[in-house]
C-alpha cells in the first residue's frame, strides 16, 4: 500500500479536483496542478526509470525541465505517445498513462540490471573499443547493439494532433517568467513596449513564487507574498502578452527565437480533439530579456543516483508549491546555504528532517542559526562517502573531510534516510545566452560561467545574470532596463528590500570517498550513465579538448543535455588536468534547450502540404485517363499511360511505336519559359548561349546550349524570336528558375548597360506537343487556315494564329526527330486545346504518351537531356557538340574555359552510343563501361546515362559517357554486372534517322 | 536567422534570401586574352575569412534584386548593405 505524503493545501493544487492516472499500469491519484512526479512522489514513488547504459534504478531528481532521469513514455500504445518526457512537466489528467522506459519486463525487475554488474566491463569508450575487430562482424554487433540502443519507443501510426507556426514581432520579448522576467515584463510594457512574456510552465513566478524564508523581505513581506500582487497587476498591462508552457526553444542571431506553445497536453484525451497541440512562435523582437534563472548543481559523490536523492531546490519546491513530502526521513547534503531553506521548509510542515552534511566548515548566516535552533544536527566539514538502497536511498555514510577536501578521515557514521537532498550552488542557465552567439566568462569566485560579451539587443537579468540574492537582482534589474530600453524611470525604483546577506560556498567538484575512484560510481551525467572514473579515464587516455572528452563520455549528449553535470565534468577535468575553467571553455549548447517533437517542427506542412507540387493546366486529363505521374522538379507530370493493365515497358513500347508511326501528343507545359524583351535582346542572348543569335530571322526558332562560366552545360532549350526586340526562351523544366536566376544575375551585376527584361512565363502558358507523320493533319483540321507546307511553315519556326477564339504560339520544332508542333496557348485553355488535339486525332489513333516515351524517343535521336547524360562536368566538345558553339563570337558565358588546359584534355568523358551485342540486354542506367575484364584494379572508363529498348529499331541503345570516346567508335567494351559481364560496341550516339528525314515527312 | 535589409524592400527575414559569394569580382571584359591562371582566379579563387567580408545577396523571394553586404563572419554582423554598382563603404 502506497501512503500519501499530502503535507498541506497549497494553492496551487485543487485538492476537490481528484484525478486518476496510471503508470506502470498501476492506477493512482493525484489533483489538478499535479505533474506526474508529484502526484507519484504524493504516493511515494521515487523508482521510475532505469538508467541508460547500467539500468540502474533511478528516481525523481529535480521539479523541472533539467530533469535528467524521470523521463517516461506518454500514453504507450496509443497513436498520441511520446517517448522520453519529462515526468516533471507532464501535468497530469484524467486517463493519463505512463511507463517507464529502458526496462524489461519491469522497472522493479529489470534483466538489463546485469550491466551494473558488469560494468567494469563498459568504461567510456567501450563500444569503439571492443567492436573494431574483425571488420567484417560489424554487421551482427550492430543488430545487438541497435536493439539496446535508445530509450523510448517512437509512435508507429500517424500523430492524430494538429500542429501550427506562428510569427510573432515584439518590441521585447522577456523569457521566463521568475522574479525578474515579471518585473522586466511589467516594466517593458509599462513604457510602451509591445511585450511578450514566456515561461516554460504553467504557472508565472519562477522559485520566487514558493519563498518564504522569513529573513528576505521585499516591502516587508515575504517574497511570495509580493510578487504574487506583482503578477496580480500583470493583468491590467496593456501591450503585454503571457504565455505559459511556452519554451523557447532555440536563439538564433538577430534575436530570433522559436518557442513551443504547449496548447493541449495537459488536457484529456477527449478535450484534445480538433484542437492545435502546440505551436512554434517565430519570434523576432527588437530586444531580448533573458530571465532564464539557475539550474541547482547536484554533488558529485559515490553512488550519487539512487532514487530518493534529489535537489534539494526540488524537495523545497514538492514540499511548498505542490505539497507534497518526498520523504519521511530526510537528510540534506550541502556546500552552501540553500540546502537549510528546504530543510526549514520540511521542518515547519512537521517533517522530520534528519540532519544536513555541509562540507564547509561553518556558516553564520540567519538561516543556519534558525535550523540549528530547531534541533537539526549539522556535520560541518562531512561529506557522503556511500549511500545504501537499490531501488530506494535507505541510508548514508558520511566521514570527516580533510582541510584540502581531497580525502576523508575519521570513522564512519552512518544515518537512516529515505531522501536525500543535495545542494551544490547553483548554475545560471546561460544555454539560450550561448545559442544567440554570445560569450561567456569564467568566474572564478562564484565558479559559474556569467554573460560577458553581448550580441546586442539583448540583456541577461536575474540568476542567469549572475545576480542571486533579491537585492541584487532587483538593483541591477533596474538599471538594466533604464540603460537598455532607455526608461527614466520604473517602478523598482523604490522598493525596499531586506536579505539574509551570508553565502558562503565551498567548491569541490569530485568528493571523495573512503574507497578509491575506481571503486565508486560518482555519477556525472546520470541519464548516460557518464561517471567521474569515465572522465578521468578519457583524460588518462589522452583526451583534452572538453568536446573530445564529452563525445568519447557521452557526458551531457543525453535528451537533457547534461543540464545538471555538465558544469561537474568541466571542474572534474580542468582540476585532473591542472588547467582553469575559463581557459577550459565550455561545450557548445546547442538548440533545442528542450526536446521538440517533429509535429511542431513541421506545423502544418504534413501529408499533401509537405511539399508543393506544380500541376499543369491539361493535369486533370492525364487523371481522368489513368496516367501514371513522376515527379520532375515540383511538378508532377505524366509519365506514361497504361492501358488494360498494361506494364511501364508495354505502355512505353506501345506510345513509341504509335508517336514514330502515326501521331503522338506529349504535354510539354512544364519546360521553363522566360520571355525576353528590350533593344538589346539578340545581345543579351549572343552572351549567354554558345551559338549566334543576331541574324535569327523574326518568326524563327533556334536551339541554344548554355553554359557555365567553368565551360560546362548548363541548360538547352528552343528561343523563338517573335519580334524584332522580343524572344521567347524554353529551358530545361528543372532548370527553369535558376536559369532565370543566373540571367537576371548577370544583367544585374556584370551587363547593367544592356536593356533586356526578363518575365518568367512557364505558367502563363500551355504546351501541347503534337508529333509524328500525322501531326500534320490532324494540326490541318484544328485549323484549318494555316498554312502548313514546308515552304510556308518549314521546321524551326513560329507561327501566331487563332484556334477558334484563342490565341496560339506555335513553334514547328522537334524533340522526338518527328515532324513536330509545339502548341501554346493561354494556361487557362490548355486543357480545352488538347482535348481538341485528341479528338481531331482520333482517325490517326492519336496516342499521348508521357515523359518515358519522351525520353525514349529523343534517345533514339541522340539527343542530350540536361541533367541525365550531363552533370555538371559536360563541355559541349565532350558531348560532340562542337557545331553549336560558335567560333566567331569574342565572347560568351563559358567561352574561355572550353580552351582551358583541363577542358582540351582528349581523354575527357565524351558522350557515345552504346549498343549491346545481344540487342536484347537493356544495360542499367548508371552501370560503369571497362575495356579490361581481368584488370585489377579495374579501370572505369565511364558509365552509362541513358537507356532503352527501342521498339522502333528492335533492339537495345544506350548513351554513355566514356573517357575518349569519341576515337572509340566500333570499339568492343565490356558492362560488368554483378552476375554476367555484357558486351558492347561504341556507336553513333544517333540511333534514328541519321539523315533527319522525318522532319519533313 | 539574419534579419536583412534589403535596399529596395526593407528588413525581411533571411530566408526570403540568396547568398551568391564574394562581392566586387568583376568578370574579365576581355576573357579570351587571359592566361590559363589569370582565367582560373576569376573563376576558381574565392576568399573565405574570418571577419568582415563582402558578398553578394539576392532577394530571390522579394524584388529579385541583387545587392552587396558587409558581414563579419566571426559574429555575423551585418556592417553595410549597398547597391550594385555603388562603392564599398570605408572601413
Same mark, same amino acid.
Given at each position: 500500500m502506497t501512503k500519501s505524503l499530502r503535507v498541506k493545501s497549497s494553492e496551487y493544487i485543487d485538492e476537490t479536483n481528484r484525478i486518476s492516472f496510471k503508470f506502470n499500469g498501476k492506477t493512482y491519484h493525484g489533483f489538478k496542478g499535479d505533474t506526474l512526479a508529484s502526484a507519484l512522489l504524493a504516493n511515494n514513488v521515487h523508482l521510475v526509470g532505469r538508467s541508460f547504459k547500467y539500468h540502474r534504478p533511478r528516481g525523481i531528481m529535480t521539479s523541472g525541465s533539467e530533469e535528467p532521469n524521470a523521463i517516461v513514455q506518454v500514453n504507450p500504445g496509443t497513436n498520441r505517445t511520446e517517448p522520453n518526457v519529462r515526468a516533471t512537466e507532464v501535468e497530469i489528467y484524467e486517463g493519463l498513462e505512463a511507463t517507464s522506459q529502458n526496462c524489461w519486463p519491469s522497472v522493479e525487475f529489470d534483466i538489463g540490471g546485469i550491466n551494473n554488474f558488469l560494468s567494469p566491463f563498459f568504461p567510456a569508450g567501450f563500444y569503439y573499443k571492443t567492436f573494431m575487430w574483425p571488420a567484417s562482424f560489424w554487421e551482427k554487433y550492430e543488430f545487438f547493439i541497435r536493439h539496446s540502443a535508445g530509450l523510448g519507443k517512437s509512435p508507429t501510426s500517424n500523430d492524430p494532433d494538429i500542429y501550427d507556426h506562428r510569427n510573432i514581432h515584439c518590441d521585447v520579448l522577456v523569457v521566463g517568467a521568475g522574479i525578474s522576467g515579471i518585473l522586466a515584463a511589467k516594466n517593458a510594457a509599462k513604457n510602451n513596449f509591445k511585450t511578450l512574456l514566456v515561461d516554460e510552465k504553467n504557472?508565472?513566478?519562477?522559485?520566487?513564487?514558493?519563498?518564504?524564508?522569513?529573513?528576505?523581505?521585499?516591502?516587508?513581506?515575504?517574497?511570495?507574498?509580493?510578487?504574487?500582487?506583482?503578477?496580480?497587476?500583470?493583468?491590467?498591462i496593456?501591450?503585454?502578452?503571457?504565455?505559459?508552457?511556452?519554451?523557447?526553444?532555440?536563439?538564433?542571431?538577430?534575436?530570433?527565437?522559436?518557442?513551443?506553445?504547449?496548447?493541449?497536453?495537459?488536457?484529456?484525451a477527449k478535450d484534445k480533439t480538433n484542437k492545435i497541440r502546440q505551436r512554434l512562435l517565430k519570434i523576432r523582437a527588437k530586444k531580448v530579456i533573458l530571465a532564464t534563472g539557475a539550474l541547482e548543481r547536484p554533488l558529485i559523490f559515490n553512488n550519487n543516483d539512487r532514487p530518493g536523492i534529489m535537489l534539494s531546490s526540488a524537495i523545497k519546491k514538492y514540499s511548498e508549491f505542490y505539497g507534497v513530502a518526498c520523504g519521511s526521513k530526510n537528510v540534506f547534503f550541502t556546500n552552501n546555504d540553500s540546502a537549510y531553506e528546504s530543510a526549514l521548509s520540511l521542518y515547519n510542515k512537521g517533517i522530520n528532517v534528519e540532519a544536513i552534511i555541509d562540507i564547509r566548515e561553518e556558516s553564520e548566516s540567519k538561516i543556519v542559526k534558525k535550523v540549528k535552533e530547531a534541533g537539526i544536527k549539522v556535520y560541518w566539514s562531512h561529506t557522503i562517502v556511500d549511500t545504501a538502497g537499490y531501488k530506494r536511498l535507505n541510508g548514508i555514510s558520511i566521514m570527516k573531510l580533510s582541510n584540502d577536501g581531497t580525502s576523508v578521515t575519521g570513522s564512519k557514521i552512518s544515518i537512516s534516510c529515505d531522501c536525500l537532498g543535495v545542494a551544490g550552488g547553483w548554475t545560471p542557465a546561460v544555454h539560450l545566452y550561448t545559442q544567440?552567439?554570445?560569450?561567456?566568462?569564467?568566474?572564478?569566485?562564484?565558479?559559474?560561467?556569467?554573460?560577458?560579451?553581448?550580441?546586442?539587443?539583448?540583456?541577461?537579468?536575474?540568476?542567469?545574470?549572475?545576480?542571486?540574492?533579491?537585492?541584487?537582482?532587483?538593483?541591477?534589474?533596474?538599471?538594466?532596463?533604464?540603460?537598455?530600453?532607455?526608461?527614466?524611470?520604473?517602478?523598482?525604483?523604490?522598493i525596499k528590500v531586506e536579505i539574509d546577506q551570508e553565502n558562503s560556498k565551498r567548491n569541490i567538484w569530485l568528493l571523495p570517498s573512503d574507497k578509491p575512484l575506481g571503486k565508486t560510481k560518482p555519477f556525472v551525467d546520470y541519464q548516460n550513465d557518464a561517471t567521474a572514473k569515465d572522465i578521468k579515464l578519457a583524460l588518462r587516455e589522452g583526451f583534452r579538448s572538453i568536446e573530445h572528452v564529452k563525445r568519447y563520455t557521452t557526458t551531457g549528449m543525453g535528451t537533457d543535455q547534461g543540464k545538471l553535470g555538465n558544469m561537474h565534468a568541466l571542474g572534474i577535468i580542468a582540476d585532473t588536468a591542472g588547467v582553469k575553467m575559463g581557459e577550459l571553455g565550455t561545450t557548445t549548447f546547442r538548440p533545442p534547450y528542450t526536446p521538440l517533437t517533429f509535429g511542431t517542427i513541421v506545423g502544418r506542412n504534413v501529408g499533401k502540404f509537405f511539399d508543393i507540387f506544380r500541376r499543369t493546366p491539361i493535369n486533370e486529363w492525364h487523371v481522368e485517363n489513368k496516367a501514371e505521374f513522376e515527379n520532375v522538379g515540383q511538378w508532377k507530370r505524366a509519365w506514361y499511360y497504361p492501358i488494360n493493365g498494361e506494364t511501364m515497358h508495354q505502355a512505353v513500347q506501345r506510345e513509341s511505336k504509335a508517336a514514330r508511326e502515326s501521331a503522338g501528343i506529349l504535354d510539354a507545359s512544364t519546360l521553363g519559359k522566360i520571355d525576353i524583351q528590350g533593344s538589346d535582346a539578340s545581345e543579351f542572348l549572343n552572351r549567354v548561349y554558345t551559338n549566334a543569335w543576331s541574324k535569327l530571322a523574326v518568326g524563327k526558332c533556334r536551339y541554344g546550349l548554355m553554359l557555365n562560366e567553368d565551360g560546362m552545360v548548363y541548360d538547352d532549350g528552343v528561343t523563338t524570336r517573335l519580334g524584332e526586340n522580343h524572344y521567347i526562351m524554353t529551358t530545361t523544366t528543372g532548370g527553369a528558375a535558376n536559369v532565370l536566376g543566373k540571367l537576371e544575375d548577370y544583367l544585374q551585376t556584370e551587363w547593367p548597360e544592356l536593356d533586356v527584361y526578363l518575365t518568367s512565363v512557364t505558367d502563363h502558358y500551355a504546351t501541347a506537343s503534337l508529333c509524328g507523320p500525322n501531326s500534320k493533319k490532324i494540326l490541318k483540321k484544328i485549323i484549318p487556315d494555316l498554312d502548313l507546307s514546308d515552304e510556308n511553315f518549314p521546321h524551326m519556326s513560329f507561327k501566331e494564329v487563332h484556334i477558334g477564339n484563342i490565341q496560339c504560339r506555335i513553334m514547328r520544332i522537334s524533340f522526338t526527330g518527328e515532324h513536330s508542333y509545339e502548341i501554346n496557348v493561354q494556361a487557362s485553355y490548355g486543357k480545352d486545346l488538347w482535348e481538341k488535339c485528341i479528338e481531331a486525332g482520333k482517325e490517326f489513333n492519336i496516342t499521348p504518351y508521357g515523359t518515358e516515351t519522351m525520353h525514349l524517343l529523343r534517345a533514339e535521336k541522340g539527343f542530350i537531356i540536361v541533367g541525365q547524360d550531363t552533370d555538371g562536368t559536360m563541355t559541349p566538345i565532350d558531348l560532340q557538340m562542337d557545331w553549336i558553339v560558335s567560333k566567331k563570337k569574342y565572347d560568351f558565358i563559358g567561352k574561355r574555359s572550353l580552351y582551358r588546359s583541363d577542358t582540351m584534355r582528349e581523354d575527357r568523358k565524351q558522350l557515345v552510343g552504346l549498343l549491346t551485342d545481344d540487342p536484347n540486354i537493356v544495360l542499367e542506367e548508371g552501370a560503369q563501361i571497362v575495356s579490361e575484364l581481368n584488370q585489377s584494379p579495374v579501370e572505369m572508363l565511364g558509365h552509362v546515362t541513358s537507356s532503352y529498348f527501342s521498339p522502333n529499331l528492335k533492339k537495345s541503345i544506350a548513351l554513355a559517357v566514356v573517357r575518349g570516346g569519341k576515337d572509340m567508335m566500333g570499339k568492343k567494351l565490356f558492362v560488368p554486372m554483378e552476375n554476367k559481364n555484357i558486351n558492347v560496341t561504341v556507336a553513333n550516339p544517333v540511333f534514328y534517322d541519321q539523315k533527319n528525314e522525318r522532319l519533313n515527312a | 536567422m539574419f534579419l536583412i535589409?534589403?535596399?529596395?524592400?526593407?528588413?525581411?527575414?533571411?530566408?526570403?534570401? @540568396?547568398?551568391?559569394?564574394?562581392?566586387?569580382?568583376?568578370?574579365? @571584359?576581355?576573357?579570351?586574352?587571359?592566361?590559363?591562371?589569370?582565367?582560373?582566379?576569376?573563376?576558381?579563387?574565392? @576568399?573565405?575569412?574570418?571577419?568582415?567580408?563582402?558578398?553578394?545577396?539576392?532577394h530571390a523571394h522579394g524584388c529579385r534584386k541583387w545587392f552587396n553586404m558587409v558581414r563579419d563572419t566571426s559574429n555575423d554582423e551585418i556592417k553595410a548593405i549597398y547597391k550594385m554598382g555603388e562603392k564599398p563603404p570605408a572601413q
Open positions: 504557472e508565472l513566478g519562477g522559485s520566487t513564487i514558493f519563498e518564504n524564508n522569513e529573513f528576505n523581505k521585499i516591502d516587508n513581506k515575504t517574497p511570495s507574498e509580493w510578487l504574487k500582487k506583482e503578477i496580480e497587476e500583470l493583468k491590467n496593456k501591450n503585454l502578452e503571457i504565455k505559459t508552457r511556452t519554451s523557447v526553444a532555440a536563439y538564433h542571431q538577430y534575436n530570433y527565437l522559436l518557442a513551443r506553445e504547449n496548447l493541449t497536453d495537459h488536457l484529456e544567440s552567439g554570445s560569450k561567456l566568462k569564467f568566474d572564478e569566485e562564484k565558479q559559474i560561467f556569467l554573460p560577458n560579451q553581448n550580441t546586442s539587443g539583448q540583456i541577461s537579468v536575474g540568476s542567469c545574470g549572475g545576480d542571486f540574492k533579491i537585492d541584487e537582482i532587483i538593483k541591477n534589474l533596474n538599471q538594466k532596463l533604464k540603460d537598455n530600453l532607455n526608461i527614466k524611470e520604473t517602478d523598482l525604483d523604490n | 535589409n534589403c535596399p529596395y524592400c526593407g528588413e525581411r527575414d533571411q530566408q526570403e534570401f @540568396k547568398a551568391g559569394g564574394e562581392a566586387h569580382i568583376e568578370r574579365p @571584359k576581355q576573357p579570351t586574352e587571359l592566361s590559363d591562371d589569370e582565367w582560373a582566379e576569376y573563376l576558381f579563387m574565392r @576568399k573565405n575569412i574570418k571577419g568582415v567580408q563582402f558578398e553578394r545577396w539576392n
